[in-house]
């Protein structure tokens, strides 16, 4: 194998091919796309380097998928590559930790989104300098969220509908203390 030369944004990175895909390339040079592949032209389309190797044409998109099996994508060696079904590659996906608390978010200017999910529902509370503020929010809005204020319409115990009702959901007359006897 060789490590042939490619450039990401100005920067020179390394990507591994078989010799003998090198030569085949005949001397067409090997960029890397905003995606992280390594991708080379082939009028009029730019390919994807790993399925141009594998021999997959244009315009197939998501029914034919390969596999960097060692999750590499700069490794197009043809021993780490092969052809897969979308359930099979995404089996082949690296387990992704969450360094961040739940809830937070970085988002492309370098802030932290604060967003809770309720009932399908999204709430955003805000972007914030550093992920200490944003969890923060999220603790906050969570309590806000979570809290039952709605009150009872009926009491739970004679269903009179006139308040004003106890956290119980009883009415006032139903919440006092019953003497033993049984008269109030």
């Not at 998501?62 to 590559?81: A, E, G, P, S």
């Not at 897969?84 to 608390?101: D, I």
């Not at 972007?127 to 200490?132: G, L």
């Amino acid at each position: 194998w060789v490590e042939v030369p490619a450039l990401k944004s100005g920067v020179d990175v390394t990507v591994l091919m078989d010799l003998d895909d090198y030569v085949a390339l005949d001397g067409r040079r090997i960029s890397i796309g905003s995606h992280g592949y390594a991708q080379v032209w082939e009028r009029p389309h730019m390919l994807l380097l790993h399925r141009w190797i594998m021999g997959v044409k244009p315009g197939t998109r998501y029914k034919v998928i390969v596999d960097h099996i060692d999750r590499n994508v700069l490794d197009c060696r043809r021993n780490n590559l092969r052809v897969v079904t979308p359930t099979q590659s995404n089996l082949n996906r690296a387990v992704r930790t969450r360094e961040l608390p739940l809830g937070v978010y970085p988002t492309p200017s370098g802030r932290y989104l604060a967003k809770l999910t309720r009932g399908y529902r999204a709430h955003g509370f805000g972007t914030h300098s550093n992920p200490a503020e944003a969890a923060a929010a999220v603790a906050g809005g969570r309590s806000l969220l979570d809290r039952t204020t709605q009150q009872p319409i009926r009491c739970i115990r004679c269903q009179d509908e006139d308040g004003p009702f106890t956290d119980a959901g009883l009415c006032e007359p139903c919440a006092r203390p019953m003497p033993l006897d049984g008269v109030a």
